[in-house]
């Protein structure tokens, strides 16, 4: 089996300050995505890559940055962090398929803003 | 573009009762739905899929439905017990290019009740 691994854990950061968040799989997986999660509003996608240097936005992509330097990590910045962007992200993998998608999920990355 | 609700956003049942939780979903395109469940702390993990030409699927006190008329998923846990207890997550796409983008319901809390 493989895992995903998010780090950090817990970020904090000050407000208006750049803050990345990174992700790693071993799954080999294609397609990398990055969702937020708020309590109360279920997941929303940040970006996500097909493959290895592709970047696609999500429906929040607005305030972010994305980066695929390679298949197996994608790294996601908050440009200026602000307030009311604490929340928990997730990170996930999946391998593309014609049939549908399963998606396999970090641990989560809570960001706290001071 | 697609809008899933999924209700309730509580639910609490006594060990041994059943849960139910519904998602609805705008686009009628809609070809493939999962449903993920969120432990205390972790990820999301899948707990069932299916494809739009299923209607009904039961897997280890589980049963999903699909009512396409309605644009209607449904989750029954059937003698709920403790470990049940987490958030529910119902998720969707459309398959070829976009199945990529999965939307997410807002989320089900359960609490199993002794």
């Known amino acids: 089996g493989g895992i995903i691994t998010q780090t950090p854990k817990f970020l904090i950061g000050q407000e208006g300050q750049k803050l990345t968040l990174k992700c790693q799989q071993n799954?080999?997986?294609?397609?990398m995505y990055w969702y937020r999660q708020d309590s109360g509003k279920g997941l929303r996608l940040i970006y996500y890559?097909?493959?290895?240097?592709?970047?696609q936005k999500g429906d929040l992509s607005e305030g972010y940055d994305a980066s695929r330097e390679k298949k197996s990590s994608f790294s996601l910045t908050v440009t200026s962090a602000q307030k009311n962007e604490m929340a928990v992200f997730l990170c996930?993998?999946?391998?593309?398929?014609?049939?549908?998608?399963?998606?396999?999920f970090g641990e989560g990355s809570r960001l706290i803003v001071v | 573009g697609e809008q899933v609700e999924q209700r309730p956003p509580h639910l609490s049942v006594r060990e041994g009762d059943s849960a139910i939780i519904i998602c609805t979903y705008t686009?009628?395109?809609?070809?493939?739905f999962s449903w993920y469940k969120q432990e205390a702390g972790a990820g999301l993990q899948l707990l069932m899929s299916?494809?739009?030409?299923?209607d009904r699927k039961e897997e280890q006190g589980l049963t999903v439905l699909l009512n396409k008329k309605d644009k209607r998923l449904s989750l029954n846990l059937t003698a709920a017990h403790p470990g049940d207890s987490a958030v529910y997550f119902c998720?969707?796409?459309?398959?070829?290019?976009?199945?990529?983008?999965?939307?997410f319901g807002q989320g089900t809390k359960l609490s199993i009740k002794p």
């Open positions: 996930a993998s999946s391998p593309l398929t014609n049939s549908g998608n399963t998606l396999y």
């Open positions: 799954f080999n997986h294609d397609t």
């Open positions: 890559s097909i493959t290895e240097n592709d970047l």
């Open positions: 686009d009628s395109a809609t070809a493939y």
């Open positions: 299916v494809l739009s030409n299923v």
């Open positions: 998720a969707v796409s459309a398959t070829g290019y976009n199945q990529g983008k999965l939307i």
